[in-house]
């Protein structure tokens, strides 16, 4: 067991607490969603570069495939095989709503065993598939999956974590998502000489971290902020003394409960995130979403394979390189893990801005500069793009606006993996120069719109971060915003 760690700065009272075991095996199961998630991103671009799989769901592209140059632009241009990709994400764009929903009246943990129905449902489906329908089918369910994980992991680990150290754990989400990508790989290259079934075994194995996580969050703990916020307030005060390792946790316990007060006197949660003090934290939300996507990195992740092919690559070569991509990834996602809490989040974005920008300027190097570029993203836009919005809402507009963060990057997921072939087609290496240009953009919005949040507690972010901000200070009307008052000691009232 850790140090006791105290929390607290100016006049915020001090959260103590230690680093346990316990919280490190809820944050492993829990992250099992994103290495669900990850392997679902990382065995799509496989899959579809594999002539058994080809030959039977998509025959005019393998047909194209086998009478064209290997430097073909075009010949995985085809509507239906980007759709097999994409149509994952716009189900998790839908059922991220519903999952915001749940997360918040049944809680975090009963949200992630739904998710992992879903992906045993549609780990069968795809897995078995015999028509093409039953294949969309199958990714359809997978994406009902995602949206409910995507929804209620983030989440569960930012309140899980001691702030201190809240970036870390929150980021092993992005890092089992880098692993998912990289097994994903892996198994790809391995399947890509079975034939005629590697396809189908490639999709099966998703089976495994879907199992886990349906198993393993049955063995874990929900967050004392959703036990609290719901009127369970004794068995909320017992979690959080076992979940921070110590007896006294009063102080934490207090803010907990006077954030759920404020929070229950919000009835509806998306009129209220519309309102103008709810601006800062739902504008950076989304906007890190869209950025994430036009960094350009899903378009590499998916396609990996078929985009070393289309440049020169031979099918064994290509599904290589994908899974030396996928280990740097991870690698660089570990970075990340330690570096977060201590040079902060602004401090990775502004650094993986000029280090991406230059890789897609110079893209004809595709191996080493596909490696680098992803270094950039796995230890900056692609964790801090989960963990920013997971921290950043106050708790009345928490699970609401954190639905528009996911369903936000549902949607332009999908948009990439539905266009980025046939970009790809017509623009040629012209689409790095459009990644590129998105990639100046989000520079200029991480140095002087986004507020830093290292070491704030999640609760205090309001007080702390919005309101002292340069920008967004201007949109706390004091109406919307009341005052963070100290709670008070002794017995609260049950929450209604």
């Excluded at 992250?31 to 058994?52: E, H, K, N, P, Q």
Aim: proline letters at 4%; a positive charge.
């Amino acid at each position: 067991m850790a140090p006791a760690i105290a929390v607290g700065g100016g006049d915020m009272p001090v959260f103590e607490g230690r680093i346990t075991v316990y919280v490190v095996a809820c944050v492993i199961i829990a992250a099992f969603g994103g290495l669900m998630f990850g392997y679902d991103i990382g065995i799509s671009g496989g899959v579809t570069a594999m002539d058994d799989f080809l030959e039977r769901f998509f025959p005019r592209v393998y047909e194209k495939k086998k009478h064209a140059h290997e430097d073909n632009y075009c010949k995985y241009d085809n509507q239906f095989l980007q759709l097999f990709t994409s149509c994952l994400y716009l189900a998790a764009l839908i059922a991220s709503f519903v999952a915001s929903r749940v997360c918040s009246k049944q809680g975090r943990r009963p949200t992630m065993q739904i998710a992992s129905f879903f992906f045993l449902v549609g780990v069968v489906l795809t897995s078995a598939a015999f028509h093409i329908s039953m294949l969309i089918l199958g990714r359809l369910a997978l994406g009902i999956g995602v949206g409910f994980a995507n929804q209620a992991v983030p989440l569960f680990l930012s309140e899980l974590a001691p702030a201190k150290i809240r970036g870390a754990l929150n980021i092993s989400f992005q890092l089992f998502i880098t692993i998912g990508i990289f097994i994903a790989n892996m198994v790809n290259y391995a399947m890509s000489n079975v034939h005629p079934y590697g396809w189908r075994l490639s999709l099966a194995i998703a089976g495994v971290p879907a199992l886990f996580l349906c198993v393993g969050s049955m063995s874990i703990c929900e967050t004392p902020t959703s036990l609290i916020e719901r009127g369970r307030l004794e068995e909320g005060r017992v979690v959080l003394q076992r979940i921070r390792g110590v007896a006294n946790v009063d102080n934490e316990f207090d803010s907990i409960v006077h954030a759920c007060e404020m929070a229950n006197q919000v009835t509806k949660p998306f009129s209220k995130l519309m309102k103008r003090s709810s601006r800062p934290p739902l504008v950076i939300a989304i906007l890190l979403q869209v950025f994430q996507q036009f960094t350009g990195i899903n378009a590499i992740m998916f396609y990996a394979p078929v985009l070393f092919q289309t440049v020169g690559f031979g099918s064994e070569a290509s599904l290589l390189s994908a899974v030396i991509t996928g280990l740097v990834n991870v690698f660089s996602t570990l970075v990340s893990v330690y570096a977060v809490d201590k040079a902060g989040r602004r401090a990775l974005l502004l650094e993986a801005v000029v280090q991406m920008f230059i890789t897609q300027m110079e893209a004809i190097i595709v191996v080493v500069l596909v490696c680098v570029f992803v270094m950039g993203f796995a230890w900056s836009w692609g964790p801090l793009g989960w963990l920013i919005p997971s921290e950043t809402f106050p708790l009345e507009t928490r699970t609401a606006g954190f639905a528009f963060a996911v369903s936000t990057n549902m949607l332009f997921t999908f948009l990439v993996a539905q266009a980025f072939l046939s970009m790809l087609c017509n623009m040629k290496a012209g689409i790095f120069f459009f990644f590129a240009a998105w990639i100046v953009v989000m520079g200029l919005f991480a140095m002087f719109l986004l507020p830093e949040t290292k070491g704030v507690p999640v609760d205090a972010v309001t007080e702390r971060v919005w309101k002292q901000h340069w920008f967004w200070k201007r949109f706390m009307d004091e109406e919307d915003v009341k005052p963070a008052a100290k709670a008070p000691s002794g017995i609260h009232p049950h929450l209604t």
